[in-house]
């Protein structure tokens, strides 16, 4: 109000002619009112300041509530959706585990009967060639049990090293076991072919001499251990006629009975020859075989090593149109004669 009174008044000095009052009271009545105005304008200012302030505090307050409502309804879908992702998936795996299972069972009873009907179909196919096919059934038989004993014979070798110890004698040990399965099997699928009459004995000239010292150096390492003396009292001029492997088979076999049952005395093969046939003798000093046990060595009724073994001698020996006898005394040992044909020089 002073501000305008100064100018009203201002203006009446004007129209006196009072320029300079004129324009001294319209500036500082101009500042009076500028100032008054520029007060209202700051208040006014100050006061939309405030209210924009609280606005902005509202919307804040009012935006943080509407993110924690935004949050809280997005953790509560993402639960939600975790919850259906887990079940769903449960539900998945369970049905596969279930579809698995019954696949599984299905294909494990087929192939069960698969493997019921193959067997079945193997076994009458068996039974059908048996009669027929016992010669290569024999062959494979001697093929796939051989080799095996023949490759642990050859391990056993490669890890015996001369230094006395117990691994040594241990490995000696496994090696006499091999040897002797090696002959049971031997006997057995020679004995087999024979009971066949797959039997097929080449007659050649052989000297005696020869084979008794081969068929020693089976048993020298066995001979040894028992203190045992091999003696080969054969003629080294005579010659038999008969097949080579068999031969070998019976010499095998009644020395090793001979080694096994002498206790420490000397094993002894002789030789005698006649017109037609040549006797070989070995001779043990063991502890004899009592008289009822003699009717039981050449059937199965006996010791299966021995009595399978000197059966098998007794038909070799025949097939080779020759004979075999023992005779034993309790306390004194056992000799056991082979016969066979003498080679005709002609």
Not at 161 to 170: A, R, W
Not at 206 to 211: C, Q
Request: aromatic content about 6%.
């Amino acid at each position: 109000a002073l501000g305008n009174t100064m100018l009203f008044e201002s203006e009446i000095r004007q129209r006196m002619g009072e320029t300079a009052t004129a324009l001294d009271l319209f500036k500082r009545g101009t500042a009076i009112r500028d100032s008054i105005t520029s007060a209202n304008n700051l208040e006014r200012l100050n006061s939309l300041r405030l209210i924009m302030e609280q606005d902005i505090l509202l919307n804040e307050k009012q935006k943080a509530e509407l993110e924690r409502d935004f949050e809280k309804e997005r953790a509560s879908k993402e639960f939600a959706r975790r919850n259906l992702f887990m079940v769903t998936t449960f539900l998945v795996v369970m049905v596969a585990g279930l579809l698995g299972w019954r696949i599984h069972e299905k294909e494990k009873h087929r192939k069960q009967l698969m493997d019921i009907n193959e067997r079945l179909s193997h076994s009458e196919v068996q039974l059908r060639e048996l009669n027929v096919s016992k010669d290569k059934f024999f062959g494979i038989l001697s093929h796939d049990l051989r080799s095996p004993l023949y490759a642990f014979e050859s391990l056993c070798d490669r890890l015996f090293v001369p230094e006395g110890g117990k691994q040594d004698e241990i490995i000696e040990k496994m090696k006499d076991q091999s040897r002797k399965l090696r002959e049971l099997l031997n006997n057995i699928l020679l004995w087999s072919k024979s009971e066949q009459g797959l039997l097929k004995m080449k007659a050649q000239a052989l000297l005696i001499h020869d084979a008794v010292t081969g068929t020693f150096e089976l048993f020298h390492e066995e001979a040894n251990q028992k203190n045992i003396t091999l003696l080969n009292e054969t003629d080294p001029e005579c010659l038999v006629f008969a097949d080579q492997e068999a031969v070998h088979t019976i010499l095998r076999n009644l020395i090793n009975n001979a080694v096994k049952y002498a206790p420490n005395g000397p094993v002894t093969v002789k030789s005698m020859e006649h017109d037609s046939e040549i006797e070989i003798q070995v001779i043990d000093t063991g502890q004899g075989i009592p008289p009822e046990k003699m009717p039981e060595l050449f059937a199965f009724s006996g010791n299966i090593r021995s009595g399978l073994g000197l059966l098998l001698c007794k038909q070799l020996a025949e097939l080779n149109n020759g004979s075999i006898a023992i005779d034993s005394i309790i306390g004194r040992g056992t000799t056991v004669t082979l016969r066979l044909p003498k080679f005709q020089i002609a």
